[in-house]
């Protein structure tokens, strides 16, 4: 009986951890644009209402998350967001059992077994034709100058593009994310780049990509002090090269154009951008 209210507690718990991170995410924009005045700017390609699509992303901040989603609460997808997320956060109290139940992907950065979870996580939702946006970030992790020295010399050694911005992404994922849709109800991949800016006296440039720490998030409005940009790229996945080093070779490509980019608005922040352009 002992083992049975156990069973019953731990069921308890993770339907909790469920409700808890469905409410977040409702929370997130009226906490982040309307409590703590963040003023989000967006510009790209038109991205159309209840699209399912593949989503990647540059990683600079744990606040990422909340780029993306300013985007899919605009698009009535919020609900439908399914992340990659490193297998030892499902054992968290209440938000881990809430993404694992929610149906996100948990790796190990082990290909030969995170193929086989990516696979049959995806067959389920071609299955039931289910609407989502499966959203990864392809560097692996978040950026740092230790990282990006890392990374550019592990490019250098392979003759790849040296980026200053972004780091190197990882490509097997994404091309078997993009295999494992082709023909489905999953038409499209989304490209986000995600830009923070903080405007420090007498020297802005100097916090260009600096993102608000937690703290900061949460003590007080964010704007004037930061700045806060989001550009998304729509391609059909049909459209894309159906070989897996020419796939490859089209994700780096994309992750050069980011760091291009980038470089853009370090050096005038939005000049010559259409404003709100993706979201109209």
């Not at 780029?67 to 054992?91: G, Q, T």
């Not at 067959?123 to 990374?151: A, D, H, N, Q």
């Amino acid at each position: 009986m002992e083992c049975i209210y156990k069973v019953h507690d731990a069921i308890s718990a993770a339907f909790y951890g469920v409700a808890l991170f469905g409410f977040v995410k409702i929370k997130d924009r009226y906490v982040f644009e309307k409590r703590k005045k963040a003023h989000i700017t967006f510009s790209g390609d038109h991205i159309p209402r209840e699209e399912s699509a593949l989503v990647f992303s540059n990683h600079r901040s744990w606040i990422d998350y909340y780029m993306i989603h300013s985007v899919a609460s605009r698009r009535n997808m919020l609900h439908n967001c399914k992340y990659f997320v490193k297998d030892s956060i499902k054992w968290l109290p209440f938000f881990g059992w809430g993404m694992w139940l929610a149906g996100f992907v948990f790796v190990r950065r082990n290909w030969t077994k995170d193929q086989k979870k990516i696979k049959k996580s995806f067959s389920k939702i071609k299955r039931m034709k289910t609407p989502v946006w499966i959203i990864s970030y392809l560097e692996g992790s978040r950026f740092t100058t230790e990282k990006m020295i890392e990374c550019q010399a592990f490019s250098k050694e392979r003759g790849l593009p040296i980026l200053q911005h972004v780091l190197t992404p990882r490509t097997k994922g994404f091309v078997t994310c993009v295999q494992e849709f082709r023909n489905s109800h999953v038409k499209c991949v989304y490209d986000f780049t995600i830009a923070y800016r903080h405007n420090i006296k007498n020297n802005p440039s100097s916090g260009f990509l600096e993102a608000p720490s937690m703290v900061r998030l949460h003590t007080r409005r964010l704007s004037p002090e930061y700045d806060f940009h989001v550009h998304v790229k729509r391609f059909m996945i049909d459209e894309l090269p159906e070989e897996e080093d020419a796939l490859s070779g089209w994700v780096m490509e994309r992750y050069v154009e980011k760091d291009r980019f980038l470089a853009s608005l370090k050096d005038d922040w939005l000049k010559g951008q259409e404003i709100d352009l993706c979201i109209k």
